[in-house]
T-cell receptor
């Protein structure tokens, strides 16, 4: 079972920042927070991951609270192509750590 | 230059038939996966192979048999297809030595069982 809770859906205006929250109150010390997204009819795509420090890459920023019980994915300037289902997943590193997808957040970016 | 490719993209077949889906990755990864996404859009892992060895085997009917002839390929054979097998099947791969442990997904195979 997924160990994360996300809002079912969110809207964002094009060009504005999209902030997607995730609760993972039962996260273990060796588990990382991963974000993937799935654009309609495509395979999921990795976005970013982190353990306890904030992370940034060319796609997004990840803010993890100090107690690690929640996090926020930030798309700084959302475009229409960012419309997708965003999944927050907690798992340990290593190929035996399964990606367990929950329902995710459907982000609709509007013009 | 597709990183993870799957064939076929669409597969329509009758109940009771046997079918295979093929997956290939050209990323040099040592771990490959099969996921199933049902009509409610829930995505669940089915199998994982590392260096051709099975490492994850979720509760999947034994009608499903993965086969990994080499590190770059992981095929999925399904016997005696049932209506409930209709879904989109995604293949993925990753490198056990990577810092991000990122999984790269294929485009999916939409299986419809009539």
């Amino acid at each position: 079972d997924a160990k994360t809770t996300q809002p079912t859906s969110m809207d964002c205006a094009e060009g504005r920042a999209a902030n997607l929250p995730c609760n993972h109150s039962t996260i273990s010390g060796n588990e990382y927070v991963y974000w993937y997204r799935q654009i309609h009819s495509q395979g999921p795509q990795y976005i970013i991951h982190g353990l306890k420090n904030n992370e940034t890459n060319e796609m997004a920023s990840l803010i993890i609270t100090e107690d690690r019980k929640s996090s926020t994915l930030i798309l700084p300037h959302a475009t229409l192509r960012d419309t997708a289902v965003y999944y927050c997943i907690v798992r340990p590193l290593g190929n035996t750590g399964k990606l367990i997808f929950g329902q995710g957040t459907t982000l609709q970016v509007k013009p | 230059d597709t990183a993870v490719s799957q064939t076929p993209k669409y597969l329509v077949t009758q109940m009771g038939n046997d079918k295979s889906i093929k997956c290939e990755q050209n990323l040099g990864h040592d771990t490959m996966y099969w996921y199933k996404q049902d009509s409610k859009k829930f995505l669940k892992i089915m199998f994982s192979y590392n260096n051709k060895e099975l490492i994850i085997n979720e509760t999947v009917p034994n009608r499903f048999s993965p086969k990994s002839p080499d590190k770059a390929h992981l095929n999925l054979h399904i016997n005696s297809l049932e209506l409930g097998d209709s879904a989109v099947y995604f293949c993925a791969s990753s490198s056990s030595g990577s810092l991000s442990d990122e999984q790269f997904f294929g485009p999916g195979t939409r299986l419809t069982v009539l």
